[in-house]
T-cell receptor, first 114, second 116 residues
Framework: AQSVTQLGSHVSVSEGALVLLRCNYS??????LFWYVQYPNQGLQLLLKYTTGATLVKGINGFEAEFKKSETSFHLTKPSAHMSDAAEYFCAVNIPSNAGKSTFGDGTTLTVKP | DTGVSQDPRHKITKRGQNVTFRCDPI?????LYWYRQTLGQGPEFLTYFQNEAQLEKSRLLSDRFSAERPKGSFSTLEIQRTEQGDSAMYLC??????????????FGSGTRLTVV
């Protein structure tokens, strides 16, 4: 079975600072990995995904993530935080044989201070 | 493309009552998923459909829960004899999945159920 651990349920950064949200996964086979963002009172929105190929993937709103197989990690980064980035972020893993079913982490709430 | 719609947005019900939620996916998406999210946790898989066929159900889905997707269009999730532990956000997602799960989801805004 696969699992996801998001280190840090709350992360606070200053506007303009680097954003780093950590995600580690466990999987018996090469996984597909996703980051979603959830704004208050809204559904989750896909930020970016890794399936195969280039391990550094770019997503919407200036976010990117790097798949590191040796570290079983898929950390999300953004060079410069904006106030509008304040939201909850979820990392998710799919096992290719599981027909698109995702296992989600418990989320990290990002606060951006002015 | 109007996105994934869920109705109602909020539902308050008394314990023991039945409730039904509706999800309208993106029309060209062939897969539809139901997830449940409780406070402080990520979404947990409940069930999914490929077109009109329900292909998998989680152990979380007791016999009080039933889901349908008639004609492969909208889907309904019914909870019978609700319990306080059913209070959660119920999320619907759809996907144009042609392979082994790498497409990603489009989520609706969810239905928040409160059982009193």
């Amino acid at each position: 079975a696969q699992s996801v651990t998001q280190l840090g349920s709350h992360v606070s950064v200053s506007e303009g600072a680097l954003v780093l949200l950590r995600c580690n996964y466990s999987s018996s086979v090469p996984p597909y990995l996703f980051w979603y963002v959830q704004y208050p009172n809204q559904g989750l929105q896909l930020l970016l995904k890794y399936t195969t190929g280039a391990t550094l993937v770019k997503g919407i709103n200036g976010f990117e993530a790097e798949f590191k197989k040796s570290e079983t990690s898929f950390h999300l980064t953004k060079p410069s935080a904006h106030m509008s980035d304040a939201a909850e972020y979820f990392c998710a893993v799919n096992i290719p044989s599981n027909a698109g079913k995702s296992t989600f982490g418990d989320g990290t709430t990002l606060t951006v201070k002015p | 493309d109007t996105g994934v719609s869920q109705d109602p947005r909020h539902k308050i019900t008394k314990r023991g009552q039945n409730v039904t939620f509706r999800c309208d996916p993106i029309s060209e998406h062939n897969r539809l998923y139901w997830y449940r999210q409780t406070l402080g946790q990520g979404p947990e898989f409940l069930t999914y459909f490929q077109n009109e066929a329900q292909l998998e159900k989680s152990r979380l889905l007791s016999d009080r829960f039933s889901a349908e997707r008639p004609k492969g269009s909208f889907s309904t999730l019914e909870i019978q004899r609700t319990e306080q532990g059913d209070s959660a956000m119920y999320l619907c997602a759809s996907s144009l999945e042609t392979g082994t799960g790498g497409y990603g989801y489009t989520f609706g805004s969810g239905t928040r159920l409160t059982v009193v």
